[in-house]
């Protein structure tokens, strides 16, 4: 009964690589939510996904940044010619529905260079 | 402008007493509001939620408390353990365009003195 998985754990990349962070939901769940958090600061909300489908993107920056979650596989978020402001640990939620808990996975901690 | 406030500064307790956080909301109308812990280097764990027409919510240990009209969340742990250290973060659920949107405060840590 495997909970929400991300990979890799922790990711170093030099200025202008591309950084490519997976999330696998708990099995059954279509709701998935990226968070992006700073040391001592909050979770903030950067999208939400429903299988195929980016149901709102409004907190991730308009360049750069992508996300999907396919009909099979895990969700992807992408960052194109990371940036030294790029490191941060992000956070994989999922849930069944969308309203109630959310079930977050470790994080990939990502650490430009 | 809207704003989650948690206290900011770590909250110290001796072991066996109750601890009690605090989440402060302004310009926002959750339908639902969540608590979640966080260990250092660890994903957040939902342990809570509580409806906005709920007054009160328990388990175990845990008490929340839900008051609209102050726009304010309480969140005591009774009989608390040193395993209890840790940050506690509260969440508003927000209906916007037709979903929820989760809103994370920055968190509050509490620290549990044996």
């Known amino acids: 009964n495997a909970g929400v998985m991300q990979n890799p754990r922790h990711l170093v990349r030099r200025r202008g690589q591309e950084a490519r962070l997976r999330c696998s939901p708990v099995k059954g769940h279509s709701h998935v939510y990226w968070y992006r958090q700073l040391p001592e600061e909050g979770l903030k909300f950067m999208v939400y996904l429903q299988k195929e489908n980016i149901i709102d993107e409004s907190g991730m920056p308009k360049e750069r940044f992508s996300a999907e979650f396919p009909k099979e596989g895990p969700s992807i978020l992408r960052i194109q010619q990371v940036v030294r402001g790029d490191s941060a640990a992000y956070f994989c939620?999922?849930?069944?529905?969308?309203?109630?808990?959310?079930?977050f996975g470790q994080g990939t901690r990502l650490t430009v260079v | 402008s809207q704003k989650i406030e948690q206290n900011s500064e770590a909250l110290n307790i001796q072991e066996g007493k109750t601890a009690t956080l605090t989440c402060n909301y302004t310009?926002?109308?959750?339908?639902?509001l969540q608590w979640y812990r966080q260990d250092p280097g660890r994903g957040p764990v939902f342990l809570l939620l509580?409806?906005?027409?709920?007054k009160e919510k328990r388990k175990e240990r845990l008490k929340v408390t839900f008051d609209t009209t102050l726009k304010q969340s309480l969140f005591h742990i009774t009989a608390s353990q040193p395993a209890d250290s840790a940050t506690y973060l509260c969440?508003?659920?927000?209906?916007?365009?037709?979903?929820?949107?989760?809103?994370f405060g920055t968190g509050t840590k509490l620290q549990v003195i044996p």
């Open positions: 509580i409806r906005e027409n709920e």
């Open positions: 939620a999922s849930s069944p529905q969308n309203r109630g808990g959310a079930f």
């Open positions: 969440a508003l659920d927000l209906v916007s365009g037709g979903y929820q949107k989760v809103t």
């Open positions: 310009n926002y109308s959750p339908a639902y």
